[in-house]
C-alpha cells in the first residue's frame, strides 16, 4: 500500500497534466491504518513527502524514454487507438533497453555482496535448477555435460548448506547419491558419469561436513556400499569379517532382489567393485571418518546418529550375515573424538553408548561379543584422562556395561561385560571417579546372577577391589563416600547369593574390613586408644551406616542359612562393641532405630506365628548381645535401652520360654545399668515392671537372686529413693498388686 502511494505521490508531484498538487495533509490521510492497522509515525510519511516532491524517481534507463507527461496522440483519437499507441510505445522502449544492455559493460549491473541476496535467489531457483541438472544426468552421455551438472550440484550443496537452508540441501544430496548408482535395487554397471558421482559426494563430506546436518544419512550410506562393493572385489561376501563363512549373501543395502538373476547381479557386483577399486581412492573415504574430529560441535552430534542409523540398517540387512563396516567406523571416530570437551562428549556417547547397548544385546552372540570388546578397548581410552572434580562423566560412560548385564539372557554375554571390567578397572583404577557407582552395580547384578562363573568372577574382583584398592576408591572427596556406600552395598549382594555359602561369610567378612579401612583412612587408628567422637553428622553417618544396616539387614533376614545370619550378627555387634565408646548420644539413637530395632521386628508380630521354637532360635544371641552392649556403654545408650525394653516387654507377655527369656535379660540390665539410670528412666523401667505383673499370676521375681543382690539394694538407696519411685508406682495404679508389693516393700521400703 505505501509503494502504490508513493507512486501515486509521484505521478501527481511531477505530471505537468494534474494542476491540483496533492498536499503533506492529503498524503498522510491517504496512508492511515496501512501499518497493521495502525498508522505509520507522521515524520516517517513527511520525509517521504519532501523528497518526493523535490525530485522524482525513475530507473535509469528511462533517462531515453519519452516523458510520461508528453501526450502519445491527439486527443481526439479514439480511446482504442490511444492503448495501441501506447502499448507499441512500451515495446519499443524495452527493445531499446535490452539492446543497449547487451551492448554495455558490467558496470551496469548492481553486484550481490551479501549472503541474504544469495539465500533469495537459491529460494527461487533450486528447484528448476536441480530439475535441469537432474534431467541431464540421467539422459546425456555427454562426460563434458555430466561433470558440470555435477559441479553445479556440488556448488549448489554448498550454497544451501551456508545459507542454512535443510530441505533444499537434503533434496540436492540425496539426488546426488542416487546418481551414484550404489542404491539401486536392481543391479547395474557402475558407468563414469556413476563414479563421478561418487568422487561429488566425497567432496561434498569433506568440504561442507559442517553444515550437511541429516543429509549426511544418505552420504554414509553411499560409503557404506562402497565398502560393500570393494570387499565383493576382494572375494569377500560379508562387510567386516565376522562370520564371513556363515552365508554367500550380500549384506544389507536392499539387495536382496532384482529384476536379474543371482549370478548376474554377482557378475555386476564384481565388474563394479573393479571399477570403484580403480577409480575411488579407499583412502579418501578414511580420510572423511578421520576428519571427524575437525567437526563443528552440532555437526560432530549429526554425523554419529547417522552414523549409528546406517551401522543399523548394516546390521539389519541379513541376519545371517551383519556387516560391521559402520560399527568398525563407530569406534574409530570415538577415538578421534575423545578429546573434545566433556559436555559435547556426553552428547556424542549419549548415541553411541545406546547403540552399544542395543548391538550388545541382539540375538547373533559373536556381534554382541565384538560390541562388547569394542566398549572395553573404548573404556581404556576413556578413563587415560583424570576426571573433573563434581562431574560424572564416566558414570556416564560406563552406564552400558550396566544396562548389558541387566539385560542380556546370554551367561557368556554377562560373563564377558564382568571380564573386560575387571581388565578396565585393573588398569585405570587410579584415575576411575564417578565410574565406580556403575562399576559396583555391574558387580552388584553379578551377585544375583544365577551362573556360578559369573558370580565368583565378580567376587573375585570386589575381594581385590578391597583387599588392594579401597583406600583409593573411598578417597576422592566428590565421589569417595558414595563409592564407599555403593561397595558395601555389593557385598550385602554377594552375601545373600545363593551359590557358595563360602562367598557369604566372606562377603560378611569384608564388610567388616571396609570398617577398618575408612577409620584408618579417616586417622582413626586404635579404637581404644582414639578419642576421636562420631556424632550424628551427615559424615559420620555416611561412614557407619552402610556397615551397620548392611550387617543388620543380613541378621534380621530369616530367609537366609543361619550361619550366615549368626555371622552377621557376630560381625556387626563386635563392630559396636569395639567403637560404641566412640558414639555420641544421639548417633546411638539413630543406630538404635535404623539397625537394632529391625533385629526385634518380628517379636511385634508373635501372636500371628504359631510356632516360636525358630524365634527362639534367631533372638536369644540377638537379645544377649543387646543386653551386654546397653550393660557396657549405659547412659549413652539410653535411647537403644529404651526401645530395648519394649522388645523385652513383648517377650514376656508370650510363651514361657520367651517370657524367661524376657525377665532374664532385665534382670541383667538392672543389675548392670541401674546406678546409671535417669529418674526418666527409671519410670520407664518401673512401666515395664508394671506390665510384667499385669500379665503375670505368679512372683517372677521370687527365685530372683536381684532380691540378696548387694548392688541393687545400693541403687535402692542411691539412685531410687523410695518416694520416687513411689510416686511412679502410684502413677502406675499397680500398689493392688500382690506380687509387685512383696517386691516393693522387701526391696524398696524395707522389711
Known sequence: MLAYSIIMLNTDAHSPKIVKKMTLQEFIRNNRGINDGADLPADFLEGIYNRITAEGFKVKEDDGAPDPGTPVADSKVSSHDKYRAEAQQLMTTAQGLLKRASEGSLSDFVVANKAEYVAAIMQLGWAPMLAAMSVLLEESQDVQVSGHCLRGMVSAILLLSISGMGSERDAFVSTLTQFTNLHCHTAREVRQKNLEAIQATMTIARQVGNFLGSSWGPVLRCISQLDRLQLVGHGQRLGGGLAGDRSGHHGGGGWGGGDVERSDRDAVDE?????????????????????????????????????????????????????????????????????????????????????????????????????????????????????????????????????????????????????????????????????????????????????????????????????????????????????????????????????????????????????????????????????????????????????????????????????????????????????????????????????????????????????????????????????????????????PLADFLKVLGACIGQDEAMAEMGITAIKTLIAGTGSKFSSDMWAMVCRILVRIFEQSHSDPFSEAPILNCPLFSEFRVVNMPGHCLHRNLLQASILNCPPFCEFYMINIIGP
Not at 632 to 638: D, G, K, L
Open 271 to 639: 565388474f563394479n567393485s573393479l571399477r570403484i577399486d580403480q577409480e575411488v581412492d579407499a583412502s579418501a573415504i578414511d580420510r572423511i571418518f578421520s576428519a571427524s574430529g575437525r567437526l563443528s560441535d552440532e555437526a560432530i552430534v549429526d554425523f554419529v546418529r547417522h552414523l549409528c542409523a546406517v551401522s543399523r540398517e548394516e546390521l539389519d540387512g541379513v541376519p545371517s550375515a551383519p556387516r560391521v563396516f559402520s560399527m568398525q567406523k563407530i569406534v574409530e571416530i570415538t577415538y578421534y573424538n575423545m578429546s573434545r570437551i566433556r559436555i559435547v562428549w556426553s552428547r556424542i556417547w549419549a548415541i553411541l553408548g545406546e547403540h552399544f547397548q542395543s548391538v550388545a544385546l541382539r540375538a547373533d552372540q559373536e556381534l554382541a561379543m565384538y560390541a562388547i570388546d569394542a566398549m572395553r578397548q573404548l573404556a581404556f581410552k576413556f578413563l587415560e584422562k583424570d576426571e573433573l572434580t563434581s562431574f560424572h562423566f564416566q558414570r556416564d560412560f560406563l552406564k552400558p556395561f550396566d544396562y548389558i548385564i541387566a539385560n542380556s539372557p546370554s551367561p557368556v554375554i554377562r560373563e564377558l561385560v564382568v571380564r573386560c571390567l575387571t581388565q578396565v578397572v585393573r588398569s585405570t583404577s587410579r584415575n576411575i571417579k564417578s565410574g565406580w557407582k556403575n562399576i559396583f552395580m555391574v558387580l552388584n547384578v553379578a551377585a544375583r546372577d544365577d551362573t556360578d562363573t559369573v558370580v565368583l568372577l565378580a567376587f573375585d574382583l570386589v575381594h581385590k577391589l578391597v583387599e588392594e584398592t579401597f583406600t583409593q576408591v573411598t578417597s576422592d572427596a566428590a565421589h569417595g563416600h558414595v563409592a564407599y556406600g555403593d561397595c558395601v552395598g555389593c557385598l550385602t549382594s554377594f552375601a545373600r547369593n545363593k551359590h557358595s555359602i563360602d562367598i557369604s561369610l566372606q562377603s560378611v567378612g569384608l564388610i567388616s574390613h571396609c570398617t577398618q579401612i575408612t577409620l584408618r583412612t579417616h586417622g582413626v587408628g586404635d579404637a581404644a586408644t582414639s578419642h576421636r567422637m562420631f556424632t550424628d553428622s551427615e559424615e559420620d553417618v555416611r561412614m557407619w551406616f552402610p556397615v551397620l544396616t548392611g550387617l543388620g539387614g543380613l541378621a534380621a533376614d530369616t530367609r537366609l542359612q543361619h550361619d550366615l545370619g549368626s555371622s552377621a550378627l557376630t560381625a556387626l555387634f563386635s563392630i559396636l562393641m569395639h567403637h560404641g565408646h566412640q558414639f555420641s548420644s544421639q548417633l546411638w539413637g539413630i543406630v538404635s532405630h535404623g539397625v537394632l530395632l529391625p533385629l526385634f521386628e518380628d517379636v511385634h508380630h508373635l501372636e500371628e506365628v504359631a510356632d516360636t521354637a525358630w524365634l527362639r532360635v534367631q533372638l536369644t544371641p540377638a537379645i544377649d548381645y543387646m543386653t551386654k552392649l546397653c550393660v557396657a556403654f549405659m547412659p549413652a545408650v539410653e535411647q
